[in-house]
Antibody
Framework: VQLVESGGGLVKPGGSLRLSCAAS????????MNWVRQAPGEGLQWVSS????????YYADSVKGRFTVSRDNAKNSLYLQMDSLRAEDTAVYYC?????????????WGRGTLVTVSS | IQMTQTPSTLSASVGDRVTITCRAS??????LAWYQQKPGEAPNLLIY???RLESGVPSRFSGSGSETEFTLTISSLQPDDFALYFC?????????FGQGTKLEIK
């Protein structure tokens, strides 16, 4: 299993970024996928989940209405469109795969991509 | 659901037996996972469903508990175990993590 995030960077408050996660080594469409973030020196915060067939999507309250998760199973890719970014969104964003069985236990993680929101 | 870990920092020596506690603000049955995170790395799943050891994780790690109180025990600390540990509930969305326990060398 390999998960590789990209798309992070420095953005001004109110700006947008689109993160990507390229997956390999497993049948991507069979697994729920997630975004989890970690602010510098802080703990972990679940951000969003999307089912394998995109039947359901969930968001943390702190990002609802601003972030949109999506996936392209043909390209084995997961995305996070982040709009109206705030300073408190500054974090390393990890792409994580559910463990087999469909429960939101994160068995595989990418190395993360850093998003910095600052003027 | 709020998850509270204690202690925030734990100082121990190689060979020690250590226990980290995680309390949930309401019952989560056994829907609890534990992760280890080393500096500059992504978290690594250790335990799921409160007590089930993830494949490839050394048997010195064990988890127990149910409802609102859970523990992660390392039976004999190895140098590689000094890291951050997080619990996570997955009974209810939003899936929440504890604030973390830093296990440091005494």
């Amino acid at each position: 299993v390999q998960l590789v995030e990209s798309g992070g960077g420095l953005v001004k408050p109110g700006g947008s970024l689109r993160l990507s996660c390229a997956a390999s080594g497993f049948t991507f469409s069979s697994f729920n996928m997630n975004w989890v973030r970690q602010a510098p020196g802080e703990g972990l915060q679940w951000v969003s989940s999307i089912s394998g067939g995109e039947t359901f999507v969930y968001y943390a309250d702190s990002v609802k209405g601003r972030f949109t998760v999506s996936r392209d199973n043909a390209k084995n890719s997961l995305y996070l469109q982040m709009d109206s970014l705030r300073a408190e969104d500054t974090a390393v964003y990890y792409c994580a795969r559910d463990r087999s069985g469909g429960y939101p236990v994160f068995s595989d993680w990418g190395r993360g991509t850093l998003v910095t929101v600052s003027s | 659901i709020q998850m509270t870990q204690t202690p925030s920092t734990l100082s121990a020596s190689v060979g020690d037996r250590v226990t980290i506690t995680c309390r949930a603000s309401q019952s989560i049955n056994s829907w609890l996972a534990w992760y280890q995170q080393k500096p500059g790395e992504a978290p690594n799943l250790l335990i799921y469903k409160a007590s089930r050891l993830e494949s490839g994780v050394p048997s010195r790690f064990s988890g127990s508990g149910s409802e609102t109180e859970f523990t992660l025990t390392i039976s004999s600390l190895q140098p590689d175990d000094f890291a951050l540990y997080f619990c996570q509930q997955y009974k209810t969305n939003p899936y929440t993590f504890g604030q973390g326990t830093k296990l440091e060398i005494k």
